[in-house]
């Protein structure tokens, strides 16, 4: 059975366009040679169904007249005129393979064979192409009477069978899953995954049915919300299709494709790029730019586009697609339709937005009740109808979503149930607040589930809007506790995460058995965050061969932490609740603070800027102005400007004030007046900037000097913390004089080309062609001589070595100090994380000396130090604005126990780097809390009047500080 598994390969996607040019189909004559039916058979068979579908036709046809000559059994003619089904499918000619298996029926009837295996494979065809010719209905009674034929025949265990009763039976298994799937029963559907593929593989299929089945088993998965399920036999396709297809096999392409829907909906986005791309070139170059695989390729492709901030693109993508969709699969129409309306919205083409959901809507009621596709053209369509404030006709839409779930027994979708809700306070109905509490409760269960697996998005990014929603609506409600704690689970990342790990191990001090287990459970779930992104760039770039060791590293991995996991569990009955959302008040905050600490919370969602200002006397909250389609271009050209340290004469005085007076608007700005340190959350673009650089004032223009203008790090100082929760005490402290370790100039350059900043590689230049930095090598002597430490180790030239580092890290430090080049992912021969440049080794040790210290091989180093400072290039910086904020080499110090972290935004001139480092170090060893020590080492930059560079907020503004305690 070929053709009904490939039907669902790529489930939700879409399907042909036009079929590609096909040769002649054989005739008898050119078959004549061969002499008997088993050769005739045996022809057909080794004959790929899907590469060369008329040849297979035609050889089916060959055997078929033999028998008919012969007068052969039913079964045999009912199994070449189900195969000749088959072929006529993946031509496109439905009807027609529809007749031939109906044929088929017809004789096995007639000859009294309706109870086996020819009369199940039989029945099961004709359901497939029932649903192929517009009578879906018809399916899964169909595919039901097939499996029950098999499981009276074989028994319900595939791998207690004899391999070829297994084969048959997994086929069935397959066939029902599929059948349910198309049904919308998503969940009933992938409880027969599994016993398919294991009656498929017992039964020793190696032919194209196998990897499809695969690639369909992992669709059917991934729509069930079994994602690791669906990674799992997403890989298992690609391995084995490497092992055992032809290089030039259309299902190599198909494979990478469903891998990369499959990392998609892990949210592991920028993984997903190269086999979406992969997917694509070899569908369009096997298949044809119009058959419906690739065009399902240039769907995925289209979603990693725009998930990666690239809408333009995307928005053009799937418009393509739309339009060859139309007269053929108007559900895929709609899906197509949709993303170019998300997109829209967050390019801020807000016309085109409202324009493409409308589109999608009207397809949408066209389709059955339940279809999972209508109903999200209709919620996309409810939402846009909202953001344009017009929460009645949103609320009008969200009915027919209503009856639609209801008169198919399902339950209302999480989303629609908090778009309700927001609509409903909106529209000033009391009930409002109850469906988003509903809707949050579920939330909160998926993303404790989702956050204990290693395979998907560390930052839960899939939950982001939705949470936001949640968020803006509890805001409009004046439901201030409800709203910090949408915002505490909007910052419920990795980073936030890794903190409460670490809160726990520092509060089993006491206990050294616990802390061992702590570290592994750590330092364990770390590794194999990094080992799982290996495994799919392998997959992705077709080295099977390379993937065994990493597999066996991962189960031993798995194993280890399931055990760290176990034994917490059992010695902690807390365990659990520490690794939860936590559960903050603003009552609770505010009796933390101090007099002069604020909390501000400014998170940019579709439509709006989202705020809370907290101060121990009063709470502040808006859905102000300014979403993310305004937020995002503020925020590049500032970014633009001052990582080429533009002068007075050409800085976007105009941004720096716009921007300040949309997360600062009149009323928060109130309430943070007096308040010298305040606590930062933020995500999206607002995480790729310091506050401090932003202007409460536009200085005139016939004046501009840096020095003398209006800058926000005149009024506070700023410290990222990772969730309002962390606010708690994290400031109280000031630096303590211990242990300084300082890393710099490391001996890997080219030392006739000295740099004047710690710039990243172009991608693919040697590690070798980075400039030397002399200034970092004084600095980091000068930070030390200034710390007051009772202990100073510097490491300079060919000591700064992982392997050196790696001797060093178990002890506990007041100051860690990098002062070298960072790369950002993407760069160095395609490096997958980011990471810090260091001496290569003498090349004894490998991988783990090869002067590239990776963000995952930082996390495992077990660094303790109040402050790991990272004097480098774009160490905070993200590859978009779509980018999960700090992630990378923030949280590997955090992950590896730093306290505290301070990264740039932007490449850092070497001098000027040096300058403030040694400043900042100072304040430490004055006493001063670490926000306030950055702050006073900014000002008195700016305020440097025997340097008239320095009051450039290139040279002072591009470091910012994360609290992780």
Request: proline share 4%; charged share 25%; net charge negative.
């Amino acid at each position: 059975m070929h053709r009904h598994i490939f039907a669902i390969a790529a489930i939700g996607q879409a399907i042909a366009f036009a079929p590609p040019v096909l040769p002649q189909v054989q005739t008898v004559s050119e078959g004549a040679e061969l002499a008997d039916l088993a050769s005739l058979k045996a022809a057909a068979e080794a004959i790929d169904p899907l590469a060369e579908a008329a040849k297979s036709e035609g050889a089916w046809s060959v055997y078929l007249e033999a028998l008919e000559a012969e007068n052969g059994p039913a079964e045999e003619q009912a199994h070449a005129l189900n195969r000749i089904g088959d072929s006529r499918y993946y031509q496109q000619d439905i009807a027609g393979a529809l007749a031939s298996s109906l044929e088929a029926e017809k004789r096995l009837i007639a000859a009294g064979a309706t109870a086996g295996e020819a009369m199940a494979g039989t029945l099961a065809n004709i359901a497939t192409f029932y649903t192929g010719v517009g009578q879906p209905e018809k399916n899964v009674p169909l595919q039901e009477r097939s499996l029950k034929i098999r499981t009276s025949l074989y028994g319900q265990d595939p791998e207690r069978i004899a391999p070829a009763d297994a084969k048959a039976l997994g086929l069935g298994y397959l066939n029902y899953a599929a059948a349910l799937y198309e049904a919308n029963r998503f969940g009933d559907a992938a409880e027969y995954v599994d016993p398919a593929i294991k009656g498929l593989i017992r039964g020793g299929m190696t032919d194209t049915t196998l990897f499809v089945a695969l690639s369909s088993g992992a669709n059917i998965y991934i729509d069930a919300g079994r994602p690791l399920d669906a990674l799992r036999l997403a890989r298992q396709g690609i391995a084995m299709a490497n092992e055992l297809l032809p290089e030039e096999h259309p299902f190599h392409g198909f494979a990478q494709g469903t891998l990369a829907k499959v990392l998609l909906q892990a949210g592991r986005y920028e993984e997903a790029e190269q086999p979406a791309r992969s997917a694509l070139d070899i569908m369009t170059e096997r298949l044809g730019p119009t058959h419906r695989n690739t065009l399902v390729a240039l769907h995925n492709l289209g979603v990693v586009q725009m998930r990666l901030g690239q809408y333009d693109e995307g928005i053009a993508l799937m418009l393509a697609r739309h339009e060859r969709l139309m007269e053929i699969s108007p559900a895929e129409a709609v899906n197509s339709l949709l993303s170019a309306s998300n997109a829209a919205m967050e390019a801020g083409r807000d016309d085109d937005a409202m324009h493409f959901a409308r589109k999608a809507a009207g397809l949408a009621r066209e389709l059955p009740g339940g279809d999972e596709k209508a109903l999200r053209g209709l919620l996309t369509l409810s939402q846009r109808l909202d953001e344009s404030g017009q929460p009645e006709a949103a609320l009008d839409i969200l009915d027919e979503i209503e009856t639609r779930v209801n008169s198919s027994g399902s339950e209302l979708p999480v989303e629609a149930a908090i778009q309700r809700g927001l609509s409903q306070v909106r529209a000033g109905q009391d009930e409002g607040w109850e469906h988003v509490a509903r809707a949050r409760a579920r939330i909160v269960d998926s993303m404790i589930l989702d956050a204990t697996s290693f395979e998907l998005d560390a930052d839960l990014e899939n939950y982001f809007e939705s949470i936001l929603l949640i968020a803006e609506t509890a805001i409009i409600s004046d439901r201030a506790d409800d709203a910090l704690n949408a915002f505490e689970l909007a910052s419920w990342g990795v980073n936030a995460r890794a903190r409460q790990l670490a809160r726990l191990r520092h509060s089993q001090f006491d206990r050294p058995d616990l802390a061992v287990d702590i570290d592994k459970l750590r330092s364990g779930t770390a590794r194999l965050r990094l080992l799982a992104r290996e495994r799919a760039a392998m997959l992705a770039a077709g080295r099977s061969e390379a993937i065994g060791k990493v597999e066996r590293e991962i189960a031993d991995l798995e194993r280890s932490v399931a055990d760290a996991e176990a034994a917490l569990r059992m010695a902690l009955p807390e365990f659990d609740t520490t690794r939860r959302p936590a559960d903050v008040s603003i009552e609770t905050v505010q009796a933390q603070m101090g007099p002069d600490e604020a909390l501000l919370i400014a998170m940019p969602a579709k439509r709006g800027l989202l705020l809370m200002a907290v101060t121990p006397e009063t709470v502040v909250m808006k859905a102000g102005l300014g979403g993310r389609p305004t937020i995002r271009p503020l925020v590049e050209r500032l970014r633009l400007a001052l990582d080429a340290g533009e002068g007075a004469d050409t800085f976007p005085f105009d941004d720096a004030k716009t921007l300040h007076d949309l997360v600062l608007p009149a009323d928060i700005a109130a309430a943070l007046n007096g308040k010298d340190r305040v606590s930062l959350v933020t995500s999206d673009a607002l995480s790729r900037l310091p506050f401090s650089a932003l202007l409460s004032s536009v200085p005139d223009r016939q004046v501009r000097d840096f020095g003398k203008m209006d800058w926000l790090v005149r009024h506070h100082a700023f410290a990222t913390v990772l969730s309002p929760s962390a606010v708690l005490g994290s400031q109280h402290d000031g630096g303590k004089a211990g242990r300084f370790l300082g890393i710099g100039d490391p001996g890997n350059s080219d030392e006739a080309f000295t740099g004047e900043t710690r710039a990243a590689l172009a991608a693919g230049e040697d590690l070798r062609s980075l400039p030397s930095l002399p200034a970092s090598r004084e600095e980091v002597r000068l930070a030390g001589e200034v710390s007051g430490a009772s202990e100073r180790i510097v490491l300079i030239g060919d000591e700064a070595t992982e392997a050196r580092l790696r001797l060093l890290a178990g002890t506990e430090y007041s100051v860690v100090l990098f002062a070298t080049h960072g790369l950002m992912e993407g760069e160095l021969g395609g490096l997958r994380e980011p990471a810090l440049v260091l001496t290569p080794g003498s090349g004894t040790g490998g991988a783990t000396d090869d002067g590239i210290l990776h963000a995952g091989e930082i996390a495992e180093l077990g660094l303790s130090t109040q402050i790991a400072i990272l004097s480098a290039c774009n160490t905070a910086a993200g590859r978009s604005h779509a980018a999960p904020a700090y992630t990378g080499l923030a949280n590997a110090f955090l992950a590896s126990g730093s306290e505290r972290v301070m990264l740039s935004h932007w490449r850092v001139q070497d001098e000027a780097a040096s300058q403030l480092t040694v400043e900042f170090v100072k304040r430490l060893r004055d006493g001063h809390a670490h926000a306030e020590a950055l702050r006073l080492s900014q000002l008195s930059m700016l305020e440097d009047e025997t340097d008239s560079g320095s009051a450039n907020p290139a040279r002072w503004a591009s470091m910012v500080l994360i609290d992780g305690r």
